[in-house]
């Protein structure tokens, strides 16, 4: 009994499975176009032919009807609840009926994959160009490959071949095409912005996709690729890395520049305005608020170098050579540190053991 003839492309497909070197092959061949789709099974259960016949339906789309023998693969409750989730028949040949005569596109096409992939093995080939150069190969002269038939276009293989859009509409999808890709570039551009241009023998920081954290390396060279750079770490190790995962290394850029430039001395600091400068508090320059005095010459200001000595000095003298003199209103008078201690306060308030009240000093001129 002839199978149906569909009037469209992937409307009826048939399924079944083959061994060929050991190895287990899965096979949905469309019966309108004659185009083989083989995938290669692992586990050889159930639930992996459905993994697979639901990828291949996922990329061609569900068709009507789904014609198999009934093996424990396609008669399984998984497969029934498979067929009922994807909304297609499926329809199974009677058990213990002859393959070839219960599932013949299936076991026909199984055939003709098989001696494609034998020849190919046994010349040592590609069998996957092998398949490939079998699906573009027309059935006569009127009617086309199985890959035309299906996809309306033509594929290419390593043979020349010359390809042409005769879409009627080609130019008008072409534009509407560019403009929504100008569309979706415009509101990328919104919230990005251009990274700067890296050059030979720069000190980069690389991220690691794993660990995402930030190492030191130097980029080698620019690929002839968009923002691409050829990176060495310090193990010696050579990458390759997009400009965004690669950045600038400032602290090394920063401490480049601090040793090439060298510090100028500090300039000294004269205690008295230039010739011609008007004798203003703003011109005066001063070490300190206090005034730091010679104590053999009260009369003349110490500088800075002058009293950095006195002040080192100081330290290897004894406590009592080395009191500093400070001069408020009396510079002839100086005050020492101990007698500023030893002065009384002017005001006291003394508590009475026996007696709450409270005394007052009195205050002579002589104070």
């Known amino acids: ?23 287990n092959y ?14 290669k099974l692992k586990e050889f259960s159930s639930k992996e032919v459905i993994d697979f016949t639901k990828r291949i339906f996922a990329e061609q789309g569900v068709p009507e009807r789904l014609t198999s023998d009934s093996g424990p693969h396609f008669s399984s409750r998984h497969f029934k609840e498979f067929a009922k989730a994807w909304d297609f028949e499926h329809i199974t040949s009677s058990p213990k009926y002859p393959p070839p005569r219960s599932n013949g596109m299936a076991e026909r096409c199984i055939q003709t994959i098989k001696g494609a992939m ?4 046994l010349s040592n080939r590609d069998v996957d160009m092998s398949l490939l150069c079998l699906r573009l190969t027309p059935m006569d002269h009127v009617i086309p490959s199985p890959g035309k038939l299906l996809f ?11 390809c042409t859009n005769n879409n009627a509409r ?7 095409l560019l403009d929504r890709q100008w569309l979706q570039g415009k509101q990328h551009d919104q919230h990005a912005k251009d990274l700067s241009k890296l050059s030979t023998g720069q ?19 620019i690929c002839t690729e968009p923002r691409s750079y050829i990176i060495e770490t310090p193990t010696g190790q050579v990458l390759r890395r997009n400009r965004r995962h690669l950045k600038e290394d400032i602290s090394n850029k920063a401490l480049t520049s601090l040793h090439s430039t060298s510090l100028p001395p500090p300039a ?7 010739a011609g400068t008007p004798n203003t508090p703003s011109n005066i320059c001063t070490p300190s608020k206090a005034t730091l005095t010679n104590s053999s010459h009260p009369s003349t200001p110490l500088s800075r170098n002058t009293s950095q000595l006195k002040t080192s000095s100081a330290k290897k003298a004894t406590p009592s050579t080395a009191s500093a003199q400070i001069h408020f209103s009396h510079p002839s008078t100086p005050l020492s540190r101990d007698s500023i201690q030893q002065k009384p306060s002017p005001f006291k308030k003394a508590i009475s053991s026996t007696s709450t009240d409270t005394y007052f000093p009195s205050f002579n001129s002589s104070q």
């Open 1 to 23: 009994m002839p199978h149906e003839i569909p009037v469209r492309p992937w409307q009826i497909v048939a399924t079944d499975i083959f061994n060929l070197n050991r190895h």
């Open 26 to 39: 899965l096979l949905v061949v469309d019966y309108n176009s004659k185009y083989p789709f083989i995938r």
């Open 118 to 121: 034998k020849k190919a093995m």
């Open 152 to 162: 309306n276009r033509k594929l290419v293989s390593n043979l020349p071949t010359k």
């Open 170 to 176: 080609k130019e008008e999808i072409q534009d509407r």
């Open 203 to 221: 000190l980069v920081r690389v991220q690691e996709q794993d660990t995402r954290k930030w190492t030191s390396a130097v980029v080698r060279q």
């Open 268 to 274: 000294n600091i004269p205690n008295t305005p230039p």
